[in-house]
């Protein structure tokens, strides 16, 4: 059996070991245009922080795992897919048969066009471990650069946490009226922008650049802003090229069942270039997040291996932390609210239906996983003692039978 | 694989368990001398309400969400029990996010901790078993 699996992330490291939980014979290719080993995505503002080392980074699996799971690694960009004949084209021009293939090609910055950007010299987007690099180099280690970023989401956010002590003065455009747009409400999102303002962060929301000079932003409000580095963190877009190629259903991503199998036989796709079924909101979307393409990837090698893994769980959730301030989320905020605030913490859960919808959390976030969990179990909350587990996460909350369960194993008394 | 499993009926509420663990990831070779006058950060904590309590620890789950969801590996299995490497974690989260037992908690050192069933320090067998006064927790196969 040949599986091969395009794309170097966690949706391929989850496909390898599912794929292994059930064949330890298969020959598994992966195929990685980065020319690393597998990564956590996500640390990359760690490591510009200093609070992870490249080596460590690169650790995500250590080097022997690309043994122990027998995994080719080929460092080679596919650039075509052949379902019929069941080939990916790589770009030197070889071929590579697969019995079974997994696209978990992630995604790419999306760089909408802006007047001038041309003549900006130092810029970067802010999506792999050579844009860090990249960017670290452009900071130089003299603290005396100004940098400006568009977009105030979470990958600019984590950007400029990483890079806050390097640099001489941190502006922040966004076109949206708040922070975190996508995760966050505009009451908790204040809080963490008020907190990272008294850190020395600028924002500049509802706003956006009109034009670019090769040192100066000039924005729609008529601000200027001088800058000697650009970090431009609008937004990504998924990598989705090879699958229509092939044949496969592209909505907005790739259209996945809950098996991670695609409409093409053969063909199986997780993590950021496939489209996820949210149930706390019940609508199919990507959920570009690390843990949801370890799942998807996951389901996907246990059902190229053969066996019969369906995953139904997926719900946007984030954990984060902001210069000292964390902050949890998960599921969907429409619904019946319970709001507290306490010196200095921020906490939302959301109900509907009798289930838990979603929450936030900033500040406090201790155990917060026993509300996610109630989430994507999808637990009638008259089944446990709902005052209980409002006012904090505990599974006092439970039955004592589903305690007994829960901490017993499958033992009852 | 031997887990750690919990028997509420038989707990005092007596906070034993978390002592023993707080003694026993000292790195101490002292009770006194690890816990006197200290504020304790014990990876095993007891839930306790009117005249009900018992402990809780990591589960060492056989399909560890945890492990799934660590953004840096810092989280792994080693023979069915699930281990941290304090060094890799980057302190963000996203296993206390995602554990449905409440079992991780955030260390003084930034990282994350919880329950390695004492098999990284030099006790080797957990020690909240040990010190429990009534079998209330107990380290056995199920
Ligand atoms: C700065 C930043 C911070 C983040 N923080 C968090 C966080 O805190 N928590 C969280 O849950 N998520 C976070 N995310 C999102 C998370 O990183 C992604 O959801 C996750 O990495 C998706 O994994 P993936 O395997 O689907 O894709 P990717 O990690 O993008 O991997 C896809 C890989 O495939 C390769 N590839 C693409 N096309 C080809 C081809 N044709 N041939 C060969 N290789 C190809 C790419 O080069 C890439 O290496 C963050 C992302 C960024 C950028
Ligand atoms: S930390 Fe939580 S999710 Fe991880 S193994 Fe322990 S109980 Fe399971
Ligand atoms: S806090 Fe540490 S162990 Fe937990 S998910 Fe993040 S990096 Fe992994």
Redesign the pocket.
Known sequence: MNYVIIGGGTAAVGCVEGIRALDREGNITLLAAEPYPVYGRPLISYLLEGKTTEEKMLRYREPSWYEENAVTLLHRRAVGVDSGARTVALDDGSALPYDRLCIATGSRPFVPPMDGMDTVANQTSFMTLDDAKHLEEMLGAGKDKKVLIIGAGLIGLKCAEGILERCASLDIVDLAGRILPNVMLPEPAGIIQAHLESKGIRFHLSDSVARFTPDTATLKSGEVLPFDVLVVAVGVRPNTELATQAGCSVERGIRVDSHSATDVEGIWAAGDCALSHDISTDTDHILAILPNAYFQGETAGRNMAGGDASFTQAIPMNASGFCGLHMITAGSYEGDTYLSREDGSYKLLVTRDDRLAGFILLGEVDRA?IYTALIREETPLSSIDFALIREKPQLMAFTRAERAKKLGGVKTW | MKRVYVNEKWCLGCHLCEYYCAFANSGQSSMVKALKGRRIAPRIQIEERNNISFAVS????TD????KSCISGA?SIVDGA?FIDSDKCVGCYT?IL????G??THSEQGAVQ??ELCKTNEFGVPMCVQGCPNQAIVYEER
Do not use: F, N, Q
């Open positions: 996983g | 990591c589960r060492h789950c560890p969400i945890c492990v989280l699930v296993c995602t554990c449905p037992y079992a991780l919880k329950c």
